[in-house]
């Protein structure tokens, strides 16, 4: 039925102006003309608009898409501004001995909704020591990580990460049973702890 009443072709104004007035019999030409004239505009008068129901369809269609343009918007920039970045230690498994010296493997899981970047760890608030190439095991009195000079290690958000930091024997005077204090620093400024028993 909408389809039909769209469908519908009504007079238009142009074409009723168009036509020839045809004088009607038994009146002179003026007062002929003059009845054609007000016959005309009754038949405009007449004409009927868009149904109601139509424009209320409308109306309700162009509402409905511009608030889910809009929600959607403000969905993309409410993003933007709460991303976080949350850092997770999952595990730290440490093995070695004095002699050796110790590998802890540790698994970082960010949790939170923004990239986080690694760019510093600390043994006991010293700093690790960034080698040129990937160590495969402990060198005597340093530190050092599979983190290598001038990198940084990029963790997206609900990705896990494996970083091993190694232990020198001899450094520090640790021994097997001591507890340190394994420090990670990100880029956003965040600190990421966890307490590692030797072995």
Same mark, same amino acid.
């Given at each position: 039925m909408i389809g039909k009443l769209l469908k519908r072709e009504e007079p238009r104004l142009e074409d009723i102006e168009a036509e020839e007035p045809k004088p009607m019999e038994g009146l002179d030409e003026m007062e002929s003309n003059k009845m054609v004239k007000e016959k005309q505009e009754e038949t405009l008068k007449s004409r009927s608009a868009v149904s109601?129901?139509?424009a209320t369809v409308i109306l309700v269609a162009v509402t409905i898409t511009v608030a889910v343009a809009v929600a959607y918007w403000m969905s993309g920039i409410a993003g933007q501004y709460t991303a976080f970045e949350?850092?997770?230690i999952q595990t730290a498994i440490c093995s070695g001995t004095e002699t050796t010296g110790w590998t802890i493997v540790v698994q970082l899981k960010n949790s939170g909704t923004a990239?986080?970047?690694i760019t510093n760890i600390f043994i006991n608030d010293v700093e690790v020591e960034y080698p040129t190439a990937l160590p495969t095991a402990p060198e005597d009195n340093k530190i050092t990580t599979s983190m290598l000079?001038? +990198? +940084? +290690?990029q963790i997206l958000s609900g990705q896990t990460v494996p970083i091993t930091v190694y232990i020198g024997a001899g450094y520090l005077e640790l021994s097997s049973g001591t507890t340190t204090n394994l420090k990670f620093h990100s880029a956003g400024g965040m600190d990421y702890i966890r307490l590692v028993q030797l072995t």
């Open positions: 109601p129901v139509i949350k850092v997770e990239t986080s970047t000079v001038a +990198t +940084t +290690t």
